[in-house]
Structure formats: structure tokens, C-alpha cells
């Protein structure tokens, strides 16, 4: 009996002490996270809670990349710290980068999914809702427009609805589904390592760099 005890007494402690661990630790969070998916057999390598918290290891990743692909909504993080080495290396021919974009000028019958998207963001933010997305796109065109080198750093648009943002590597891609009911900052950010997602991943991107016209 007494042996049952100190049985049941070390589960309990060990089950609190990984509550605890889960409850005040990020780092702690993702490394259990990563291991129950390497057990799974997942291709699964980290999993973020937001954007702000993904940011540190995308720019690692990007830092030594060779070949970088983006598929981004407005892309105002293109603006920001995270890109900015990557962009300069791209300038300097040092690498290679495709951006797809939301395509601005959309023909008539077909759908403009940048309004789609603005409809969906003005219920949870009133900012929007007036072309303000549409406005922030073409910034970021303005942006990167100087920044392009052929072969380098390349821009073009794409025309289909705004589900989610993509950064691919040779080694990893991290994926941000976007939700109807938030902006995609606040999304969770998964990383995937090389395996069938990552696969399906960039083949998308391939297909819709072919479909997508010079901006």
C-alpha cells in the first residue's frame, strides 16, 4: 500500500510540476510542443501563439536562408526589423526572394477579395472599412517597388481570397491562418519542417507565382 502511495504521491507532483512548467513558460511550451510532435511522427516544429512571438526565429530563419518565398496580406511587417536584413541581402544579389501580394486592380465579374477582407476586419475594427487595406497594400507596393532587383527581389499580385500568410525557406515554412474575427497579428503561427505540409506549402506559392502578373 504504502508502495501505491509513493506512486500515486511522484505522478501528482510530476503532473503539477508540468502544469506549472506549461502555465509560466513560453520556451518550456514550445519545447514540449516540438517533442509531442517529433513523437507523433509530425512535421510540426514549433507552434506560436501570435505573430510578436514567432518574429525572433522567422528573422533566424531568414538570416541564413538562401531562397525566400512570401505570400502576405497587407505586408506591412515587410516594412519592419524582421525583413529588413533579408531585403538588403536581396538588393545586394546575396539571395533570392518572391513576394506575392494582393492584386489591386481586379477585372470586372471578377472577385475583389482585398474588399472581401476589408469586410471581415471592419466587424472587429472600425478603422477599416473605407478602402483602408487597400490603401495599406499599395504602400507597401510603393515600398518594395525601389528595393526590386530582377532575379533577386521580385513582386507580384495574386487573386485569391486572404486566408493566410506564407514564409518559405529551403528549410522551414511557417504558416499564419487568418481568422474572420481578428487580424492576422493575433493568429498562431506554425512552423513546419521539410515533410508533406511544406510540400503542399510551396507548391501552392509555385502555382500562384506562375498565375500571379509583374506588378
Known sequence: ???LRDIGTSLLASALFLALVWAFSKTARRILRGLAAHLLHLD????????REAAHDIKRELGRARKVSILTGRGAELQRDMFEELLLRCRD??????ILLPKLDVPAGEPDWITDREEEIQVFDSAFGTGLL???IV???D????????GHLEVRGYGVPHIGRIIATERVVYLTPYSADRHGRESPVI?????????VL?????KLWVGAGPV
Do not use: H, W
Request: glycine share 4%.
Open 139 to 141: 504602400a507597401t507596393y
Open 93 to 98: 544579389r546575396r539571395c533570392g526572394c518572391r
Open 1 to 3: 500500500m504504502d508502495f
Open 191 to 199: 512552423k513546419y519542417r521539410r515533410g508533406e505540409t511544406y510540400d
Open 44 to 51: 510540426v516544429e514549433e507552434i506560436f501563439a501570435n505573430s
Open 143 to 150: 515600398y518594395l517597388a525601389p528595393l526590386s532587383v530582377s
Open 202 to 206: 510551396t507548391r501552392l506559392i509555385d
Open 134 to 136: 487597400r490603401r495599406q
